[in-house]
C-alpha cells in the first residue's frame, strides 16, 4: 500500500518534471553551463600550480628531506650565474664515467666491467 503510494507520487513528480523540463528547453541547458563556468573559475583561481616536486612527493617531515638539507649545508654546490648548464646536466652530488672503447671495438661488448663499475 505504502509502495503503490510512493510510485505514483514519484511518477507523477517525475512526469511533470519532465513535461516542465521538455517546455523550457533553453532554460535547462544554459543555466547549468553557465553556473558551472562561472563556479569552475572562481574555484580554480584560488589554485596555483606546485612547481617543487619534491614537496608534492615527500612529507614535510621525511628523513630525506632533512639529509639533503644537512648535505647541502656542509656541501654547497656550485651554481653561479657565470657558469651554464645544459638541459641535461642538473647540479647534484654525482658523478659521471666516460667510457672509451678502443677504435674498432663494440662498446656494447664491455658490459660486464660497465656493470661491476657501477
Not at 639533503?68 to 645544459?86: C, H, M, N, T, V
Request: positive net charge; hydrophobic residues 40%.
Amino acid at each position: 500500500m505504502l509502495r503503490q503510494v510512493l510510485r505514483r507520487g514519484l511518477q507523477s513528480f517525475c512526469r511533470r518534471l519532465g513535461l516542465y523540463v521538455s517546455r523550457h528547453p533553453v532554460f535547462f541547458l544554459t543555466v547549468p553551463a553557465v553556473l558551472t563556468i562561472t563556479f569552475g573559475l572562481s574555484a580554480l583561481n584560488r589554485f596555483q600550480p606546485e612547481g617543487d616536486l619534491e614537496r608534492l612527493v615527500a612529507p614535510s617531515h621525511s628523513l630525506a628531506k632533512i639529509e639533503r638539507s644537512l648535505a647541502s649545508s656542509l656541501f654547497p654546490l656550485d651554481q653561479s650565474k657565470s657558469q651554464l648548464y645544459s638541459d641535461l646536466h642538473t647540479p647534484g652530488r654525482y658523478g659521471r664515467v666516460i667510457l672509451l672503447s678502443p677504435p674498432g671495438d663494440n662498446i656494447l661488448l664491455q658490459a660486464e666491467g660497465i656493470l661491476q663499475t657501477h
